[in-house]
């Protein structure tokens, strides 16, 4: 159940434990229509936000906020919520960038503005290599889309 609803975030309770979503109101005069961040999901308690949340949780969480939002008569979009796998990136740790040469922070896939078509999947742990260039110091970006290429 939406316990805390306000123009950037919501919170809902769910199995005891209390998650936030951000999003952002489009235009509070029409009641609270929404965009939801579906990539922007973590517990409420400050002392958890960093632990993962497993993807059937986060999945049942971000159906339920629908079911009630559209009951309220929200109207909602979910941005990142593609019914791709949800795949705990660096959000929750706030490492959503790393320069080259470093150990990637979180499995999945990154891209740098270096290099055109740089989208490449790293392990966690696996060294970011560097595309050189004339652009400067390579920085690895996590990709908020995390859905892999699709075969033309």
Not at 26 to 34: A, E, I, N, R, T
Not at 55 to 70: N, P, W
Not at 118 to 141: C, H, L, P
Request: charged residues 25%; negative net charge.
């Amino acid at each position: 159940m939406i316990t805390y609803m306000t123009p950037s975030r919501i919170e809902f309770e769910f199995n005891g434990e209390s998650y936030t979503v951000h999003g952002e109101a489009l235009d509070p005069s029409f009641g609270m229509d929404y965009v939801i961040y579906a990539d922007d999901f973590h517990f409420t308690d400050a002392t958890k936000e960093a632990q993962p949340i497993s993807v059937d949780v986060r999945r049942r969480v971000l159906d339920a906020i629908k079911i009630e939002l559209s009951s309220k008569g929200t109207r909602f979009e979910v941005e990142g919520d593609d019914g791709a796998p949800v795949v705990e990136g660096p959000s929750s740790s706030g490492a959503s960038r790393c320069e080259a040469n470093q150990p990637c922070p979180a499995q999945g896939f990154w891209f740098t503005p270096a290099q055109a078509g740089s989208r490449k999947y790293f392990n966690a742990g696996e060294v970011m290599r560097s595309v050189g260039g004339d652009y400067g110091a390579t920085i690895w970006q996590w990709d908020q889309n995390q859905a892999p290429p699709k075969l033309s």
